[in-house]
């Protein structure tokens, strides 16, 4: 996953993957789904307006070691905050989803 914006492409996820470290430290007994969704909320507020998220993806047959889809999944902010991420994810899942469904 590639987030830039004017701060820098490795600082601005620097700076969200360690928000969300601690976060995730700080709450080990929630349930992992409370804290994924933490986690998008602490990266969506370091998402800046005109910040570029992303998102590439690739799934391997396990019979056959070919690649049945490899992809990727792009979104820009339009505002500070934007939750650039959970649609993203949402996209690719539902891709590979609808390609497992085919098989």
Do not use: C, W
């Not at 492409?9 to 620097?14: C, D, L, P, T, Y």
């Not at 490899?70 to 590979?96: F, H, M, R």
């Amino acid at each position: 996953m590639v987030m830039s914006h004017g701060r820098g492409v490795i600082n601005g996820f620097m700076e969200a993957s360690a928000a969300a470290a601690n976060a995730t430290s700080a709450n080990t007994a929630k349930p992992e789904r409370y804290m994924s969704r933490y986690t998008t909320a602490v990266i969506a507020s370091s998402i800046k307006a005109k910040d570029e998220l992303t998102l590439e993806y690739k799934l391997d047959s396990v019979e056959t070691a070919k690649t049945v889809i490899s992809n990727s999944a792009k979104a820009k902010a339009k505002s500070d905050g934007e939750d650039i991420l959970t649609p993203v994810v949402e996209t690719s899942a539902q891709a590979i989803v609808s390609t497992v469904a085919k098989k």
